[in-house]
């Protein structure tokens, strides 16, 4: 029997309208009162996000694996102690976002120059 994944659900037609509905108003009134979006990637480099939610923070992240052989520049040592938390950097340098508050600031630190 097909299930949802822990902690995700699905949103009939019937709620998705009524959630675009919300998201609309709400953005007009926003863009009213100058309001511009922006959007970030899904994806950031681990550097980018580790450290800054706390070690626990740390864990509760999604790491995407590198492309290719990932494993091939991986310390024998590291692979026969099953040491994920020492293997992480060197078989994953990107991670699914949190929240969006580290993208965000990483996106004002980088483009610093160009916001008014």
């Known amino acids: ?14 709620v998705m309208a009524t959630r675009q509905y919300i998201l609309s108003t709400i953005k007009q009134v ?15 480099n681990l550097s980018t996000l580790t450290g800054k939610y ?6 509760l992240l999604f790491k995407v694996l ?5 494993l091939k520049d991986v310390d024998e040592e590291k692979l ?8 992480t950097f060197d078989i994953s340098e990107k991670g ?4 969006l508050t580290v993208p965000f600031a ?11």
Request: glycine fraction near 10%.
């Open 96 to 99: 699914l976002k949190y929240d």
């Open 54 to 59: 706390g070690e626990e923070g740390d864990q």
């Open 30 to 44: 926003f863009q009213k009162y100058g309001f511009l979006q922006l959007e970030t990637p899904a994806m950031e």
């Open 106 to 116: 990483r996106y004002v630190v980088m483009n610093r120059h160009e916001i008014t």
């Open 1 to 14: 029997k097909p299930t949802l994944p822990k902690g995700t659900r699905d949103f009939a037609p019937a």
């Open 80 to 87: 026969k102690a099953r040491d994920s938390k020492g293997i």
């Open 66 to 70: 590198n492309s290719g052989d990932y």
